[in-house]
């Protein structure tokens, strides 16, 4: 199979790309090359795979046409009922890590299901969940910081490095290659995506939408439990503000990406280069030592810019389109032999 | 006689206050082509989404090849070898030709799609159509009738016994109809057995065998052979009382009069190359083309949706500037009944009222911007008497109007902004005989009032019935206009000559 981009889209990487790159380079100016020092490269890679991991978390629940605002709670409660698993109860780090995966599949499979059943708007079932959950968060840690040093081993895990990259962000990239394989090898992918492009043509060919939504919203939690597991394995210790500002970024990553709001869509590759540059604004800031508020403020700007962007983007190639076709057809009246040639043209 | 295909046996569906089917009987042979015939709201779509599984009954039985089965959704249909070609358009806008073909039964191998097999399948099916399209194309950039098309391929793909076919036609050519005719015989040589639902009884004729006839969710025809019932007898058990033969009145344009509207060797964003045409008050100018002959787009120019890159658009002698609808319509009195009622035509969300007001709401409304809302009913009550919309109240939502109804409430929407010139879009897609006629009479008046019409229409027969002059588009140009002389076998042969005169040789 080859990879075919449509045009649009190709022409969106390569602009995610010249950011990446732009942005690098002048972070690496300013920075006088520290930047690209080893230590400070290792943690930018480090810190790449939450962004990674809930972009695709929230694009997942993008293509059924709904939105999870409870990824940060979910990733957020995950490390924290493993944290004090293993701290406070004495349970093997490890069986913490997997507790991380199964709250989060709970939580999101408890989502969709919700949203299945009640007929309530995603929205505000997500928005709920967020909150019960962000409450239990709070329940289980209250105002400690429960130390790395309870779970070494899951911790060096989280410090390890493979081929020079560190393991959690090349975990993170093989998370982003089996979503987007996942998405255009396996029916359950091409149903989630058809029953968010159109529910009745979805039921007319015998997909359940039921069905979508309850896996894409089980997904969706079940990587935003990934992305819990990532920060209690990588940061120094865990507390109540793990996830909390995961929301802006996990609808960042997806819409600077280029996945329609609307449902049916999916850009795996898109999703992951933006949250590369999701990652640079946070560098950057780091670097700056500005307010995180400032960070808020560009990327939110940057996903109206892409939304924007997109629209008009849209506008120009029909028109473009249209030229084209005209040029045939004006050909055919004034030179009939010539018309062949012309519509070749326009096929290119 | 042999084991019917299909058989359903006493079908009842109820909706709150409305008895949609009501003890209904159909029973399909294989090698038979059947004609389901009613006028709008017979029941007709209701039956065909109770044999595909899209909707349960409340009573009744359903035997396929003998063996009784009942389908709770519609994957469970298409294993049983029924497919079909719902009334309304279902694709996956996102996908491309091939994967919305083969999507009930995606082709897949050691458990992961095969995309070789999906494109080579959706080849197999669109070859059997003679859908000259790269089955890889994305559906967002098909035309409706082209869409159609693939549905109706879709129908093909998996081993179909019964097809069930609602108003294929509808929005296809009448050279694309001829494709499908083909195939569909070619399945009944094969022994299939095919429902087929028009409106156009001309079609019917020419190619079914057998007919039932559903009135208010009754079978007042069951299974009888049409060559037996003439086309003036089914439309009496149609509509259930008998209905005058269609008169045509005379028509005469006053060719002294300058045109209203004019183009002049007209280029468009849309790719139109070269068009020139003219419309006179009171004259009813037909537009007419195969599929993709650019009419809907040439329309859209005139409203300024897509811009005139050469050429000029003269409204009343003086070149306009339309920039968008609203442009068109309060300054140059330009108004357009779009092709797709339902998506672009009504609010079906919003009542009587409120969709056909919406366009006065700027002449209505008082110093404030407030519109009163009995202004706004009496206009509106005037437009529902002359059109007779049949509603219960203004209140009643659109959405829950008949096809012909929406159709006479998006027309009311034009005329209540007082227009000069409308651009009238398929007026009469899925809609039945007896309303059918009811547009045309109105058509004719709204000419006779002075109106200048541009009549968009893929059904021949209405062309030749309805414009004065027929404007025939091939390929985004203009290929021709004739005279109509309303004489059906000679118009038909001069339209079909001028676009094949056209076409490009291969």
């Known amino acids: 199979m080859k990879l075919k981009l449509p045009a649009s889209l190709g022409s969106q990487y390569l602009v995610l790309l010249a950011t990446i790159v732009i942005g690098a380079v002048v972070l690496g100016i300013s920075s006088g090359g520290n930047f690209f020092g080893p230590v400070s490269m290792q943690t930018f890679f480090q810190f790449l795979a939450v962004p990674i991991l809930i972009g695709l978390a929230q694009m997942i629940t993008l293509a059924v046409g709904q939105l999870n605002l409870a990824i940060g709670a979910i990733g957020g409660v995950s490390a924290c009922l493993a944290a004090v698993m293993v701290a406070d109860w004495g349970f093997n780090p490890w069986l913490g890590a997997l507790v991380c995966l199964v709250v989060g599949a709970v939580a999101g499979l408890a989502n969709g299901i919700l949203v299945v059943v009640t007929k309530i708007n995603g929205f505000i079932v997500t928005l709920a969940t967020m909150t019960v959950l962000l409450g239990v968060q709070y329940a289980l840690v209250n105002t400690r910081t429960i130390s790395a040093d309870n779970w070494k081993p899951v911790a060096a895990l989280g410090k390890a490095s493979v081929l020079g990259l560190p393991a959690i962000f090349v975990i993170a990239i093989v998370v982003a290659v089996l979503v987007g394989l996942a998405f255009k090898y396996t029916t359950t992918g091409r149903h989630l995506l058809a029953s968010g492009d159109n529910e009745h043509a979805a039921t007319l060919a015998g997909i359940s939408n039921d069905r979508s939504l309850t896996i894409a919203h089980g997904?969706?939690?079940?990587?935003?439990?990934?992305?819990?597991?990532?920060?209690?394995?990588?940061?120094?210790?865990?507390?109540?503000?793990?996830?909390?500002?995961?929301?802006?970024?996990?609808?960042?990553?997806?819409?600077?990406?280029?996945?329609s709001l609307t449902g049916g869509t999916v850009a795996v590759f898109g999703t992951v280069l933006a949250a590369f540059v999701v990652r640079l604004v946070d560098s950057a800031r780091a670097e700056f030592q500005l307010a995180p508020a400032w960070v808020n403020l560009v990327i939110g700007a940057v996903i109206l810019g892409t939304v924007a962007l997109g629209r008009l983007r849209e506008n120009r190639e029909s028109t473009k389109a249209g030229m084209l076709r005209a040029r045939v057809a004006t050909h055919r009246i004034n030179a009939p032999h010539m018309a062949e040639t012309a519509a070749k043209e326009a096929s290119l | 006689m042999s084991t019917p295909i299909l058989q359903a046996r006493n079908v009842t569906k109820t909706y709150p206050g409305v008895k949609a089917l009501d003890n209904v009987n159909l029973t399909l042979a294989g090698g038979e082509i059947h004609a389901l015939l009613g006028e709008n709201g017979a029941g007709k779509s209701t039956l065909i989404k109770y044999l595909t599984g899209v909707h349960t009954a409340d009573s009744g039985s359903l035997l396929i090849s003998g063996a009784e089965q009942t389908f709770s959704n519609p994957s469970e249909s298409t294993e049983a070898g029924v497919g079909v070609v719902h009334q309304e358009r279902n694709v996956i806008r996102e996908f491309t030709v091939a994967e919305n073909i083969v999507l009930s039964r995606t082709p897949k191998k050691f458990g992961f799609i095969d995309w070789k097999k999906v494109n080579s399948e959706a080849s197999r099916c669109l070859a059997m159509l003679d859908f000259d399209i790269d089955p890889s194309t994305p559906i967002s950039k098909l035309s409706s009738a082209q869409i159609q098309l693939v549905?109706?391929?879709?129908?093909?793909?998996?081993?179909?016994?019964?097809?069930?076919?609602?108003?294929?036609?509808?929005?296809?050519?009448?050279?694309?109809?001829?494709?499908?005719?083909?195939?569909?015989?070619?399945?009944?040589?094969?022994?299939?057995?095919?429902?087929?639902?028009?409106?156009?009884?001309?079609?019917?004729?020419?190619?079914?065998?057998?007919?039932?006839?559903?009135?208010?969710?009754?079978?007042?025809?069951?299974?009888?052979?049409?060559?037996?019932?003439?086309?003036?007898?089914?439309?009496?058990?149609?509509?259930?009382?008998?209905?005058?033969?269609?008169?045509?009145?005379?028509?005469?344009?006053?060719?002294?009069?300058?045109?209203?509207?004019?183009l002049r060797n007209v280029t468009t964003t849309a790719g139109h190359g070269g068009i020139s045409l003219d419309v006179r008050p009171g004259e009813i100018l037909g537009l007419y083309g195969l599929v993709g002959a650019g009419r809907t787009e040439l329309a859209h120019a005139i409203l300024g949706r897509e811009r005139i890159t050469e050429g000029e658009l003269l409204v009343n002698g003086k070149p306009a500037?339309?920039?968008?609808?609203?442009?068109?319509?309060?300054?140059?009195?330009?108004?357009?009944?779009?092709?797709?009622?339902?998506?672009?035509?009504?609010?079906?969300?919003?009542?009587?009222?409120?969709?056909?007001?919406?366009?006065?709401?700027?002449?209505?409304?008082?110093?404030?911007?407030?519109?009163?809302?009995?202004?706004?009913?009496?206009?509106?009550?005037?437009?529902?008497?002359?059109?007779?919309?049949?509603?219960?109240?203004?209140?009643?939502?659109?959405?829950?109007?008949?096809?012909?109804?929406?159709?006479?409430?998006?027309?009311?929407?034009?005329?209540?902004?007082?227009?000069?010139?409308?651009?009238?879009?398929?007026?009469?897609?899925?809609?039945?005989?007896?309303?059918?006629?009811?547009?045309?009479?109105?058509?004719?008046?709204?000419?006779?009032?002075?109106?200048?019409?541009?009549?968009?229409?893929?059904?021949?027969?209405?062309?030749?019935?309805?414009?004065?002059?027929?404007?025939?588009?091939?390929?985004?140009?203009?290929?021709?206009?004739?005279?109509?002389?309303?004489?059906?076998?000679?118009?038909s042969q001069d339209v079909i000559r001028l676009i094949h005169a056209k076409a490009p040789s291969h």
């Open chain 2, 321 to 491: 500037k339309i920039r968008s609808v609203k442009d068109a319509l309060h300054d140059y009195g330009i108004g357009y009944v779009t092709e797709s009622r339902k998506e672009e035509g009504v609010f079906l969300d919003a009542n009587i009222t409120r969709n056909i007001a919406a366009t006065t709401w700027g002449k209505l409304a008082g110093p404030l911007g407030v519109v009163k809302v009995s202004d706004e009913r009496a206009l509106v009550e005037k437009y529902v008497q002359e059109l007779g919309i049949r509603i219960s109240s203004q209140d009643q939502l659109a959405g829950q109007l008949s096809g012909g109804n929406q159709q006479k409430v998006s027309l009311a929407k034009w005329l209540a902004a007082d227009p000069k010139i409308l651009i009238i879009d398929e007026p009469t897609i899925g809609i039945d005989v007896r309303t059918k006629r009811s547009f045309y009479e109105l058509i004719w008046g709204l000419a006779d009032q002075g109106l200048a019409i541009l009549l968009i229409s893929s059904d021949l027969a209405e062309m030749i019935t309805l414009a004065d002059r027929i404007a025939v588009m091939d390929s985004f140009t203009l290929a021709g206009t004739v005279e109509n002389t309303r004489h059906y076998d000679s118009m």
């Open chain 2, 151 to 262: 549905e109706i391929a879709r129908a093909l793909y998996t081993d179909t016994k019964v097809l069930l076919l609602d108003e294929p036609t509808a929005s296809i050519s009448d050279a694309e109809a001829a494709k499908l005719f083909k195939v569909i015989h070619r399945l009944k040589d094969d022994g299939a057995a095919i429902l087929f639902v028009s409106h156009k009884l001309d079609e019917v004729y020419a190619h079914c065998d057998t007919v039932t006839v559903l009135r208010d969710g009754k079978t007042v025809l069951s299974d009888a052979a049409l060559a037996d019932h003439p086309h003036d007898e089914i439309v009496n058990i149609m509509v259930g009382r008998s209905l005058a033969s269609l008169v045509t009145p005379e028509r005469s344009v006053n060719t002294a009069v300058d045109p209203v509207l004019e």
């Open chain 1, 219 to 259: 997904a969706s939690g079940l990587i935003a439990g990934f992305a819990g597991f990532v920060s209690f394995a990588s940061l120094p210790g865990v507390n109540q503000s793990v996830g909390g500002d995961w929301l802006l970024s996990s609808f960042a990553a997806p819409i600077i990406g280029g996945v």
